[in-house]
């Protein structure tokens, strides 16, 4: 794409709207249409936008693959732990403490300003949606590392184009 510069520019002027629109998806999703795993795949295509235009090297550098490893773990981790964190959370039933089911937001009711601090329903479907966002991005990054990072293989033999060219010379 080097012999293409209008391309990588446009490229470079859009992906922050893309990036943003992403961020408006995920926390807007539990008012409106959206949420984690549209807020997802959206981030993720600013990310493999890049890597077409500017090379697989270069978006590996941006987003390195240790740490989109991580990011999966993360975004499970915080999908689950919100679930858990229900699950140990007391649930009061007219004066009755009783032990709340999986994702039972009820459990994450607080007495705090609930201007700044959201409590109950809302709070748990934010941590939830965020670990499913985080997760969505990590692994649609991912399939495109593994798909652009295969050799291309010649379809008569079967057998690597680049090894074979290479032992030629």
């Known amino acids: 794409m080097i012999s293409f510069p209008i391309i990588r520019v446009i490229t470079k002027i859009i992906i922050p709207y893309i990036l943003l629109f992403a961020l408006y998806v995920q926390f807007h999703g539990d008012f409106g249409p959206g949420g984690g795993f549209q807020a997802g795949v959206i981030f993720a295509s600013a990310i493999i936008l890049y890597g077409l235009v500017y090379g697989l090297p270069a978006a590996k550098r941006v987003a390195p693959v240790k740490v989109v490893e991580k990011l999966i773990a993360l975004g499970l981790v915080v999908y689950a732990g919100t679930g858990f964190l229900t699950m140990l ?36 479907i934010f941590l939830v949606e965020l670990g499913v966002g985080i997760t969505v991005t990590s692994v649609m990054i991912m399939i495109f590392y593994a798909f652009a990072g295969r050799e291309p293989v010649d379809a008569k033999s079967g057998k690597s184009k680049i090894r074979r060219e290479s032992a030629k010379s």
Request: charged fraction near 10%.
């Open 89 to 124: 959370l007391p649930l009061s039933k007219g004066g009755e403490a009783a032990q709340a089911n999986f994702l039972n937001y009820e459990t994450l009711n607080h007495s705090l300003n609930h201007e700044w601090v959201p409590g109950g329903q809302h709070l748990g």
